[in-house]
């Protein structure tokens, strides 16, 4: 699966320039980050909270214990709660060229 920056390459490379999103637009409704592991769990959450004071939350969790990695737990968790940010500005723009 290409990475989003390879994705983002190849719509500039092909001239698709229509109203989108881009991993930068994404990156900017991002005001705060916290995380929290669970006590005596390999569970990571992440919480973004939006420019506009929406939240959204990611999580990561690793089978065996003896595999936790704090710094890879939040990275995975940031990265699906970001990915959840997609959907909800491409709502947004989609709402906004509809009318």
């Known amino acids: 699966m290409k990475d989003e920056q390879a994705i983002e390459s190849e719509i500039q490379e092909k001239g698709l320039n229509a109203p989108r999103l881009t991993p930068d637009l ?5 005001k705060e980050e916290d995380y ?3 006590e005596k ?11 506009n004071g929406f939240t959204v939350t990611g999580e990561s969790a690793c089978a065996s214990p003896g ?3 704090a710094e890879l737990g939040r990275n995975i968790a940031r990265e699906n709660a970001r990915n959840k940010i997609w959907m909800l500005e491409g709502y ?5 060229l509809s009318r």
Request: hydrophobic residues 50%.
């Open 26 to 30: 994404i990156d900017a409704v991002i």
């Open 36 to 38: 929290h592991v669970f």
């Open 41 to 51: 769990t390999c569970l990571t959450v992440c919480c973004l909270t939006l420019q």
């Open 67 to 69: 595999n936790f990695d």
């Open 92 to 96: 947004l723009l989609k709402d906004r």
